[in-house]
């Protein structure tokens, strides 16, 4: 049975996500610059960009 200190540093029962999702990056962000910033942690297999932008309303 696991300890309860590793109950807290883990409590997700699911093995972690390969996926990664980046929010937030400024209007100029490259794909090709983005891949090369991920290279170091794990290789790249695919990558989607997405152009939604948030509006003021009101």
Not at 45 to 57: A, D, G, H, L
Request: aromatic share 6%; proline share 9%.
């Amino acid at each position: 049975m696991a300890s309860a200190s590793s109950q807290q540093q883990f409590p997700y029962t699911q093995p972690p996500s390969k996926v990664i999702c980046l929010r937030d990056l400024p209007g100029n962000a490259r794909e090709e610059e983005l891949v090369e910033l991920e290279k170091p942690f794990s290789k790249i297999v695919n990558t989607v960009q997405s152009t939604i932008r948030k509006t003021k309303v009101g």
